[in-house]
């Protein structure tokens, strides 16, 4: 196999072994990972440099709402003693400054073509190769394609008639790339998910006033940030391999200890002072505060009414409170993490616009106008109204499999997927945290490195067996979806509206687009896969069709 030229568009297609798409967290491990087993790879990044979501996300306030000591790579153990992360909870220019450390320390740049992007992957069943072609005009045909493109890195844009009317700024809280001042400035954010959550406090220090155009409330939990002291940053440091598989064997990539009591025959007292002290701890964690809070309706409720009365607690006015107050079940959403979020409301230069009384009509030269006639007068106009998640990038580009089947075609009806890593009819196609799988449910990090030493390894099987290409029966396929909805239904998810159930996208199919089990059955079934060589996979020799 050759070396791809990272220069310039090539002239003729260039042969490699894997093609990766994207460079964020999973690209670039992805690279490392490949070139490590002797691979050839090409890599294409649509930004300007490497970082994937913190490459992008680049608004006032954007955070990990997952500790930095686990939010980061396991793989090198003289990476985890060189970096020290600053702060509990690492800030976007922090961890975008540690993507780029690791992208110098291991050389990984040169793999990749920047402020590229992929437009087509088509399938060669004769030669079973993969031909991948990019906006800069390259095509590189390659053995193996690998989609590290992010479960959230699709914006979805409000459909607000006029909104390309307005006079004045829209901005994107996915693509907030320069900066912006808003000093003085008539401010809207819509949408109130996490990066409306984080950035909210911050923008309405700058800003003259702002508004927050809500549809849905959320459940947020305090991070508590804080810096590390260097005490606390040695005892790290010299605990990592312990505390990295402590964490891997945990239902969400993350150490938290565990309640001593069970929540349904506990006393109230036991109950309540359990629950503060997962307060205390805050942030994500909330949600292990009982191992099966998302699975019992009755703890969920139990869980979900504390964390309101949190809410609550935080709001001066009784109105605004009450439309802060989410109704669905506890985590049924994505659970939020916040600094003073909710404290915001009890400024006069902050104004909440709860849009299940009115709904937006549509957007002029000046601002917003809202159902019921009334026109907020705006200057910016934020947009942080989500992803069309964990499919949305892979349904972006042209990608045809066996007999020229679109992914379009294939997930017509269903994300159709087995062990959301493989597609059936698309060889050698892999996903990194793709539908079906536990990323979005998992610290992103470790599942995504899992994933990709899962295909290295695999790769590693089919070339010492004489084989040439790898995926999943029909059946495994089928199976695998069935597994995984009749997990989600025994759980709180389907009874919200969300980006997990595909409800943010107009036309998507309704159904659970991640794995709910928890990491360890997760894990377990690529484990056995391996030990048993792949039973779920049809194996091809280069001369089968």
Known sequence: MSTPNPGPAAEAPVDVDVVVVGAGFAGLYGVHRFRTDGLSVRGFERGSGVGGTWFWNRYPGARCDIESIYYSYSFSEELQQEWTWTHRYATQPEILAYLNHVADRFDLRKAFAFDTSVTSAVFDDESQTWTVTADNGEIVRCRFVVMATGPLSTPVDPQIPGLT???GQVVRTSDWLDEIDLTG????????GSSCIQSAPIIADEAEHLHVFQRTPQFSIP??????????????????????QDAWDTVGGIIYEQADHDPLTATPEQRQAWLERTWARGGYLMIASYPNVVFNDEVN??????????IRARIHDERVADQLTPTYPFAAKRLCVDTDYFEI??????????????????ADTGGIVLKDSSRIDLDVIVLATGFHALTGAILGIDLR????????????????????????GFPNFFMVSGPGSIGVLYNMIPAAEQHIDFIADAIAYLDSHGLTSIEPTEEAEKAWSAHVNE???QSVYPKANTWYMGDNVPGKPREFLAYAGG???YFEHFTKEQAEGYPSFVLRERSSR
């Open 487 to 489: 997990v989600a239904e």
């Open 519 to 521: 990491g360890p059955a």
């Open 223 to 244: 991070a508590w940030n804080r810096p590390y002291d260097e005490d606390e940053i040695a005892r790290i440091k010299a605990g990592y391999p312990r505390m990295r």
């Open 301 to 310: 409720s139990m869980v979900g009414e504390f964390v309101k009365e949190k």
């Open 345 to 362: 409301y009890n400024r006069e230069d902050v104004t909440l616009v709860d849009l299940r009384e009115h709904g937006i009509s549509h």
């Open 185 to 192: 400035k008539r401010v809207g954010i819509v949408g109130t």
């Open 165 to 167: 009317e307005f006079g």
């Open 401 to 424: 499999g066996r007999g020229g089947v679109t992914i379009q075609e294939k997930w017509s009806g269903s994300a159709a997927n087995h062990l959301g890593l493989t597609v059936a």
